[in-house]
Each structure stands twice: as C-alpha cells, then as structure tokens.
C-alpha cells in the first residue's frame, strides 16, 4: 500500500499571510501519462470534504486562485498564498494513483 | 445542481449487518464512478470501496473485504454498501464520493451517514 505522510500536524495560521502543506508518498505517483495521482481536499469543521487540487497541481472547479498545488514524484507542496479566515478546517492528501486509495493523516490549519 | 443523500446509518451491534444507500441527482449516474469513504470518529478519511459507471468493476480496502459489498442501480440512481460481520472498527461516518469525468478525484461529497457498531 502507499503510504502518505503529511506535514505539519497542525498549522497555526495568520489572516493575509501564506501557509504551506507538505505530502510524501512511498511510492511515486507519477503516471506514465505524466500526471501525478495526488489530490488534496478541505475538509471544514463540521462538513463534508470538498475538492481543491487534483492531478497535483489542478485547481477544481470554484477554488480560490490563492490554492496551488505543486510537486512530482514522491513529494507534494499544497500553498495557500494569503490565508483567509474561511481557510481553516483539516487539509488532506491523497492518492489515486492505486488500490486501495490513500490519504494522508491530514493537516489541521487554524488562524491564530 | 449536483446532489448526494446517504442513508441507512444506524446503531447495530458487532456481527451485524446495515446496508447503506447513495442516492443521487444532477448528474447522469451511469456514467460516472462512485465510492464510499469514511471517517472514525476524531479520525481522518479512508477510502472503503470503489465501483465503476456500469458496475463491473468493484474494488475494497482489505479490512472489509468479504464482508462488506458495494454495488449500484443505475435505474434508480442509487449506490449501496452493504456491510455484514461488523467490528466496532467499522464505526465512523460514511461518505459516498462522485468519481469526476476523468477519474482522478472526488468532485462531489454526501454529507455522510453515521454507522456506530456497539
């Protein structure tokens, strides 16, 4: 199984300034299409989780352009460029890239 | 406007059986895939199984393979899960998760149903 490993556990987080996600995999998941099979969904308190990036740096449809996804490989950046109060709740990484679906243990962003 | 309603989430004790249902509006079903993820309580997610557009095609997470099968009809625009032998690690909320076009994530998320095995 892959395993995803994101940093930090928790992320204290002041309005109108960046913050950053860190995800790892075990395994590569880079595609023989050239895409690599990483999500990262929001999931707010109290809610259901909600898309943001996809194919590792796709934003999906209705996403702030202050979300960005990069990275390749084994190694994985979610960047929020000016963090709005909106932004908290638990960000989650994950792969599709094979059975069974992995995410990571997720990254709690709260405002200080 | 995209909608997904599960149901079926109930108290039921270990060695029990629920089935849960994934109905769903706003989109054509048949075209697309569908899975069930969920989340112990505190927990973060973890996927639980996957089925294609047409349903052939079914995949599990190994702890609840055998025990738990997923299925869909298309006519009615439905997904199921239908759990058996349940363990108290099987309790958490249950989302059932829109596969997009082209396979690669969860466009759309139900807002959950709560399985409790006590």
């Known amino acids: 199984d892959i395993v995803m490993t994101q940093s930090p556990l928790s992320l204290p987080v002041t309005p109108g300034e960046p913050a950053s996600i860190s995800c790892r995999s075990s395994q590569s998941l880079l595609h023989r299409s050239g895409n690599n099979y990483l999500d990262w969904y929001l999931q707010r308190p109290g809610q259901s989780p909600q898309p943001l990036i996809y194919l590792g740096s796709n934003r999906a449809s209705g996403v702030p352009d202050r979300f960005s996804g990069s990275g390749s490989g084994t190694d994985f950046t979610l960047k929020i460029s000016r963090v709005e109060a909106e932004d908290v709740g638990v960000y989650y990484c994950?792969?599709?890239?094979?059975?069974?679906?992995?995410f990571g243990g997720g990254t709690k962003v709260e405002i200080k | 406007e995209v909608q997904l309603l599960e149901s079926g989430g109930d108290l039921v004790q270990p060695g029990g059986s629920l089935r849960l249902s994934c109905t769903v509006s706003g989109f054509t079903f048949s075209t697309y895939a569908m899975n069930w993820v969920r989340q112990a309580p505190g927990k973060g997610l973890e996927w639980v199984s996957s089925?294609?557009?047409?349903?052939?095609?079914?995949y599990y997470l190994d702890s609840v393979k055998g025990r738990f099968t997923i299925s869909r009809d298309n006519l009615k625009n439905t997904m199921y899960l239908q759990m058996n032998s349940l363990r108290a690690e099987d309790t958490a909320v249950y989302y059932c998760a829109k596969v997009d076009g082209n396979g690669v994530y969860y466009d759309y998320w139900g807002q959950g149903t709560l399985v409790t095995v006590s």
């Open positions: 994950m792969q599709v890239l094979q059975t069974p679906l992995t």
């Open positions: 089925i294609s557009g047409g349903g052939s095609n079914t």
